[in-house]
């Protein structure tokens, strides 16, 4: 069992005060969500060292990067990461190859550098790419990120998405024990984006490097993390899985009309005739509109809440394919006074359906009753 | 042959003043130019008001007080007697001193901005890449300023050609010891030979003009490059 990542700081700006006290998982993806303004980069830049928190305690894997009590702080270069700035931050005066090379020559315990203090006894060697074996060299970024035919191009020569792989790939290229990323995709255009998005995926799932991901677009959220962190104003307003933390009825930034659920299953069966796919995910199968889906391929699905209503007897002659058991967990208002946001759930799954007051005061629906769940859509998300 | 044993003497030392000083003041400038450029501390204004001195100074002015200060009275000269160096007014040394000051401005000034325009976000991601502040400096952030380095070594280089009341004030136009060119044409015109001086003063128009000429040409190259 890996330790968790600690992130504890504090800092006081003009105008802006960060205060966050977090434990991640050392896996998987960890989105950092929020509107602009609210401290996630701050936070990444935390972490980084990039930033002087007054008071802060980071450790990741066992290791402590920082803290204040004991008056540890090892500097930026010297914390085993990988950061992916905003905007293109390839450097100019090499191309592609020789931004590479220039972290794979810093890499721990390469030697590299020709002597500048890279050496640093702090920070042990082992375990470092044990677990990720080749996934680190240069042959094997440079297929996973697709780079490879960009290798003699100067920076000015690449699209804004070609950028963003190769700095990727020379973030990983130092062998990194968490990668930090913000809004990696921001200057890239929305086109563009879903270009990217599978590149990020295939990461996640073969290099096993812990990610924190900045963002403030919840489709990202969605198909790329397994946890979430909800900011605002500088605080965490709510973390934990994904799913879970999706599902909540009290948080007001997830409570607008995107409000959704999201479920994780695996593809049953294809109905081949009438183009529609089954997932099954703990607590039922959802069919939804087949896109060239293989069997047995696990699948994120997104229900939104505005999709989904209630009744209490399974219904009849309804066009509705999507009707599944529940039990209402929860009952929270939903911005306008004439709505409400149900919490149900369905197995070991949940979901949000949005109705009207009105229809919960008919139905005289209360926490723990038993009800079904009619899901009109449900999209796929990765 | 339109230049005597004299003159070439004359451009011999001044070529070789000229590349002592670039050399040396690109030594000391990189350092101060980086400071200045990364400082929040307040003696940075006081700092950049120094070195910015020589550029409205008579150079009169310059060349009296490094007399006063390395004669045999002055602290200067105290100082290099003790350190055995002897007295530097009136020898290449001194020149070599009364140059550094005098062309300070023209070597920090383009270094300085050039480290500017390099910005922290280049610094940031060296840092996270595992490169050391030193590391970061001889590899990204030199190779990034490398215009302004060399536009500080040809303003260098040029403006000590052309200097005249500091290399008189502290040189003292000994020949083969501290007479450079221009302190030789003045020499010529006070002795009445307007050919010989105009030989050499030529030459400076010439030299003058190919330096402009190739910083412009440099400027724009860098512009292409990184604008």
Known sequence: ?382 | MPFARDDLLAIWLTLKLAASTTVLLLALCTPLAWWLARTRSRLRAPVAAFVALPLVLPPTVLGFYLLAAFGAQGWGGQLTQALGLGLLPFTFGGLLLGSVLYSLPFAVQPLQYAFEAVGRRPLEVAATLRASPLDTFVHVVLPLARGGLVQAAVLTFAHTIGEFGVVLMIGGNIPQQTRVVSTQIYGHVEALEYGQAHWLSAGMVLFSFAVLLALARLNRRSTRLFG
């Open chain 1, 1 to 382: 069992m890996k330790e968790p990542i600690v992130i504890r700081a504090a800092l006081a700006r003009a105008g802006f005060t960060l205060d966050v006290d977090l434990a991640l998982p050392p896996r998987g993806i960890t989105a950092v969500f929020g509107p602009s303004g609210c401290g996630k980069t701050t936070l990444l830049r935390c972490v980084a060292g990039l930033e002087h928190p007054h008071a802060a305690h980071i450790a990741v894997q066992g290791q402590v990067w920082q803290d204040s009590a004991a008056g540890v702080f090892l500097p930026p270069w010297q914390r085993p990461l990988g950061y992916v700035f905003q905007e293109a931050s390839l450097f100019d005066h090499l191309d592609v190859r020789g931004n590479l090379e220039f972290a794979l020559k810093r890499r721990q315990g390469n030697g590299g550098g020709a002597g500048t203090g890279l050496r640093s006894g702090s920070i042990d060697r082992t375990g470092t790419g044990t677990d990720a074996g080749g996934g680190f060299e240069l042959p094997a970024l440079l297929s996973m990120l697709d780079i490879g035919h960009l290798l003699a191009r100067r920076p000015h020569q690449l699209s804004g998405g070609e950028r963003q792989r190769v700095a990727i790939a020379r973030a990983l290229a130092t062998q990194p024990r968490i990668l930090l990323l913000d809004e990696p995709l921001a200057a890239v255009d929305v086109a563009r984006r879903q270009e990217i998005l599978p590149w990020l995926e295939r990461l996640r799932d073969e290099l096993h490097v812990p990610m924190l991901y900045v963002t403030h677009a919840a489709d990202e959220v969605a198909r790329l993390a397994s946890h979430l962190v909800l900011m605002e104003s500088g605080r965490c307003l709510a973390a934990g899985p994904l799913a879970e933390t999706l599902a909540r009825v009290d948080l007001p930034l997830l409570a607008g009309d995107e409000a959704a659920a999201l479920l994780e299953g695996e593809v049953e069966e294809i109905d081949a005739h009438w183009h529609l796919a089954q997932v099954m995910f703990s607590g039922g199968s959802l069919w939804i509109a087949d896109s060239g889906l293989d069997a047995g391929r696990v699948v994120r699905v997104r229900v939104l809440a505005r999709d989904v209503s209630i009744v209490r007897e399974p219904p009849h002659g309804s066009s509705i394919q999507n009707v599944l058991p529940c039990q209402v967990r929860a009952i929270a208002p939903a911005g306008h006074p004439s709505q409400l946001t149900v919490q149900l759930a369905c197995g070991a799954s949940l979901l949000l359906a949005r109705v009207t007051a009105r229809a919960v005061h008919q139905l005289q629906l209360a926490v723990g009753d038993r009800v079904w769940a009619q899901v009109k859509s449900a999209a796929l998300v990765g």
